[in-house]
């Protein structure tokens, strides 16, 4: 989530604030700007600490060192120098102790290196500002290609529908003189058809075995059209019954069997329809008898609405194609990946 401008730039500032104080005042910031008797206890204490360390040490009544004053002992320097290190109290040249200021002369040096922690801090800011953008810019576009996605994918299945039922209607239709209780019949059909498609309209894929329904459905409506001039085969692997399959893409490839193979003929034709493994793909085979020799327009809306559910669901990893076999038979297949 994105912080405020304004909510960075807050912690920005208190950030450099803490840590200036905290550099400037040796890590005693807070108990200086809250209350000054710790620091007289802190210092009262060192004086008994400078003054136990002099006496381990036999220095007691040596004269302490200034730069102009030194004592005339080197080692005795340099412990000096040490308690003064340490504890920040030493002797002056008149014997009386007095408190060394250790922050004197370090200013120059605190004020640059506040300067370059406060440059860490905006060049941390700055790489996480970018980082952040890039992050957001990135969400932004994956967001709106799946939208543009979606909203195609509902463009294409808004195609499906009104041709199917149309195409069902008119089946119905030619029952209603003739044969009024399996027009009736039919209407229930229909009315399962549209309620099963309407439930998957918002589904990528549904399973196999849903849209084998769909599919039985159909058959069921055209075979009253064509009665014994429609003959269908089913040779369905159970085991690929709950694989999913993108929604009346199976029914489509039935219905253009029967448009461009079966409804041709005045003897009406053969359909068969597969489903099975083949190495780590599901196959979904659709033959019809007859002949493909250009009269299917591959622009056309059944194959080309095939091609491109199957481009945007399976990004490239599913494929569509349609071809004779055996002289007299026209086979389309739709190759998918496995889910398992």
Same mark, same amino acid.
């Given at each position: 989530m994105r912080l405020p401008i304004t909510s960075v730039f807050s912690i920005f500032i208190i950030g450099v604030t803490l840590t200036g104080l905290t550099v400037y005042y040796g890590g005693r910031a807070t108990a200086i700007v809250t209350n000054y008797s710790l620091v007289d206890y802190e210092k009262k204490e060192d004086l008994q600490k400078a003054i136990r360390e002099e006496q381990a040490m036999n220095l007691a009544g040596t004269n302490y060192y200034q730069h102009e004053n030194p004592a005339p002992d080197s080692a005795s320097l340099s412990h000096l120098q040490s308690i003064k290190r340490n504890t920040g109290w030493y002797r002056n040249t008149n014997g009386e102790w007095q408190y060394a200021d250790q922050h004197k002369g370090r200013?120059?040096?605190?004020?640059?290196?506040?300067?370059?922690?406060?440059?860490?801090?905006?060049?941390?800011?700055?790489?996480?500002?970018?980082?952040?953008?890039?992050?957001?810019?990135?969400?932004?576009?994956?967001?709106?290609?799946? !939208?543009?996605?979606?909203?195609?994918?509902? !463009?294409?299945?808004?195609?499906?529908?009104?041709?199917?039922?149309?195409?069902?209607?008119?089946?119905?239709?030619?029952?209603?003189?003739?044969?009024?209780? =399996?027009? =009736?019949?039919?209407?229930?059909e229909l009315s399962n058809i549209l309620r099963s498609s309407m439930q998957v309209e918002k589904m990528e894929t549904v399973p196999l075995q849903k849209e084998l329904d769909i599919v039985n459905d159909y058959l069921a409506l055209e075979q009253m059209r064509f009665e014994e001039r429609l003959r269908v085969e089913m040779c369905i692997d159970e085991d690929t019954l709950e694989q999913p399959v993108p929604p009346m893409m199976l029914q489509t490839l039935v219905e253009n069997a029967i448009k461009h193979g079966i409804s041709k003929h005045i003897d009406g034709g053969f359909i068969k329809i597969i489903?099975?493994?083949?190495?780590?793909?599901?196959?979904?085979?659709?033959?019809?008898?007859?002949?493909?020799?250009?009269?299917?327009?591959?622009?056309?809306?059944?194959?080309?609405?095939?091609?491109? =559910?199957? =481009?945007?669901?399976?990004?490239?990893?599913?494929r569509f194609e349609i071809k004779n076999i055996d002289g007299d038979m026209v086979q389309s297949k739709v190759t998918m990946p496995v889910k398992w």
């Open positions: 200013f120059w040096w605190d004020l640059i290196f506040t300067f370059i922690l406060v440059a860490l801090w905006l060049l941390l800011y700055m790489v996480w500002h970018y980082l952040q953008k890039n992050q957001n810019d990135q969400v932004d576009k994956l967001t709106l290609e799946k !939208t543009v996605k979606e909203l195609e994918l509902k !463009t294409i299945k808004s195609h499906i529908n009104p041709h199917f039922i149309f195409n069902s209607l008119n089946s119905i239709r030619a029952l209603v003189d003739e044969n009024p209780q =399996r027009a =009736r019949k039919a209407i229930t489903s099975d493994f083949k190495d780590d793909n599901h196959e979904m085979i659709v033959q019809n008898s007859g002949h493909l020799n250009g009269d299917l327009n591959e622009n056309g809306f059944g194959i080309k609405s095939t091609e491109d =559910r199957l =481009r945007f669901l399976y990004l490239g990893k599913a």
